[in-house]
């Protein structure tokens, strides 16, 4: 048994040193590693950078120029950090931190690898005023999809009772919520806006129950954003409610009832990043994505029958935000 | 304000979600309950409850037939069961951190299968409410407990049938009898491996039953860490409920309507911040666990192994 334990502890040894050596070497291509804190498939925050990076390895001239790796399910911050760390070390040339919980171990690793870019998001925050320069932020202003969603929301409930599902009351969640909310406000006052906070981004089974408690109250439209939502999403659809999505398209898991999708793009900033880094600066500047900046968009279900009006509105909304006649205040 | 949490509409909202929610808590409770009764502490549950998920998931997802999913979560259960069995009996490994190892490989397991096999969540049309004649037909109550799918109808008939063969029947006692005094029963002639095998092979075909619950009756969908800490609360409320199925149930629902209640609270608006609202069901839980701790004491041999002397 002992001799196994040495021979396993040798071949752990050897295989690590050999994975060392095989990634270290100098390479033409640009590297970049993304570490998510949900599955890169989860139809919503994940999702969004995951999709990105394969715009922007098709933009940057495919997997020959352009290399990009991914480490998911990052809910644990410590391991995250891990990750993080790794990567500068084997030398990618930008490590994208995806989630606002990732601060703490960006702000200690980042000045140790002051040769590698890193960004981070959704914050603001580039630690340049603690003297460090080498970290970008990014953020979505998903209110401004938020208030679209809402508008939408209004026009379509008869009940005038809309349900929102929502994570944890913070961040983007919180953004996104209360654009949706004064969207609704200000294209239906009559009508009510149900917030659930179920205090978790993967508990399902919660998501979903929350959505059946928004329809015993009244809700024949629904919105929810985090990747939680697909159990709300399977009630919306068992009981022929409406559903308004963000962050990624959710279409796919329900055709009949999901009306639209707040998409986040991120490709054009990590292109921005990119551009930045080519001429030298290795960070200190933050991004959003906008409707102006096409980073936020509104995608239609072309299999839902969305009426002309409505879409009217909505597309008109989207012009008004865009030229500042509407401020959705963060 | 809080006067409109008593309406009829609020107050049997609760009581169907609340009966929705204890649904994966009871059949991974009891499973759980036969285990620990045994003298087994077994806390891979959750692992079992998503291997159980996403077979039942994936199988019906393939042939559309829900039976076949439900058989084949059975049988990922018990073979997720019996190699935790093997691990903590034959091998004697400490029950704690084995269990913790078959959560962590449930969890990598169904993930890795969920990303090779499908890639992307999806739906599938799962278990729907059947309503039971006449009783469906009582007003108000009638809706709520005789309207839903089979597998909440199965986790509540367990109950009283899991108390039965626990207090009625010789391999209930056998079962007692392992987890008190392992020496004693051995002495006897009972086999205490023979019946720790079964019951923890038997708490894995439950909790691939409450994951199938999720999978397939309930959300009927499939994502990575679908369960997200249900099986841990499971083995919770079997020490909540004293290691009694009746126990089990009383916690099961206590959570589940106290969680169903805080969504209430926030949808109808009550001046209630929704971090208070969401401890809400912990903290109730907690108290009641200090409680209830000092009122039962657990079975004598649990997580002890058994070292046949002599």
Known sequence: ???????????????????????????????????????????????????????????????????????????????????????ASQGYDLVIAHGSQYGGVMQEIAPDF????????TTVDTFAEKGIKNVFAYEARSEQGGYVNGVIAAQLTKSNVVGVVGPIETGDAKLYVDGFI???N????????????????????????????????GADVMAGTAQMVVGAIGVAKDNNVLWIGTQASQTALAPDIVVANQIYDWSGIILEIIDLMEKGTLGG?????????????????????????????????????????????? | MIGELFTAQVLLGILTSGIRLATPYLYAGIGE?????????????EGQMLVGAFAAFYTVR??????????????????????????????????????????????????????????????????????????????????????????????????????????????GLKVRAVGETPEAADSLGVSVTRVRYITVTMGGVFSGLAGAS?????????????????????????????????????????FSMVNALQLWVQVLGLPIPSEFAVMMPYVLTIVALVVAVQRVRPPTALTKSFVREG
């Open chain 1, 1 to 87: 048994m002992r001799k196994f334990v040495k021979l396993l502890s040798v071949l752990v040894l050897l295989t690590m040193v050999m994975s060392a050596c095989g990634r270290g070497g100098t390479s033409d291509k640009f590297r970049v590693a993304v570490v998510t804190p949900s599955a890169r498939n989860d139809l919503a925050f994940s999702q969004s950078i995951y999709d990105a990076m394969v715009k922007v390895q098709a933009a940057k001239g495919g997997p020959d120029k352009f290399e990009f790796v991914i480490s998911e399910n990052m809910f644990v911050v410590d391991d995250a950090g891990a990750a993080i760390r790794d990567y």
């Open chain 1, 114 to 121: 002051p040769k590698i870019s890193f960004a981070w998001g």
């Open chain 1, 182 to 184: 004064a969207g609704v």
């Open chain 1, 186 to 217: 200000a294209s239906n006052p009559g009508a009510r806006v149900t917030v659930n906070w179920i205090g978790s981004f993967s508990d399902v089974a919660l998501a979903s129950e929350a959505a059946q408690t928004h329809i015993g109250a």
């Open chain 1, 285 to 330: 500047q933050a991004f959003e994505i906008t409707l102006a900046n096409k980073g936020l968009y509104l995608e239609y279900n072309a299999a839902f029958n969305l009426p002309a009006d409505v879409r009217q509105l909505a597309d008109k909304t989207v012009q008004d935000i865009i030229s500042g006649a509407i401020v959705v205040a963060p």
């Open chain 2, 33 to 45: 309950t036969f285990g620990q009764r045994s003298g087994v502490l077994n806390l891979g549950v």
């Open chain 2, 62 to 171: 393939q042939t559309g037939n829900l039976w076949l999913g439900l058989l084949v979560a059975i049988l990922a259960g018990a073979l997720m069961g019996l190699a935790m069995a093997f691990v903590s009996i034959t091998l004697r490994a400490k029950q704690g951190i084995s269990g913790i190892g078959f959560f962590l490989f449930g969890l990598g397991l169904s993930d890795l299968l969920f990303q090779t096999m499908l890639g992307t969540v999806e739906t599938v049309s799962g278990f729907r409410p059947v309503a039971i004649p006449l009783l469906s037909a009582i007003p108000v109550f009638g809706p709520v407990f005789f309207n839903q799918n089979l597998l909440v109808y199965g986790a509540y008939l367990l109950v009283p049938v899991a108390a039965f063969v626990m207090n009625r029947t010789t391999f």
């Open chain 2, 214 to 254: 999720l999978s397939i009756a309930l959300l009927n969908v499939f994502q990575q860490n679908l369960t997200s800490g249900l099986g841990f609360i499971a083995v919770a409320l079997v020490y909540f409920g004293g290691w009694r199925p009746w126990g089990v149930l009383a916690g099961a629902l206590l």
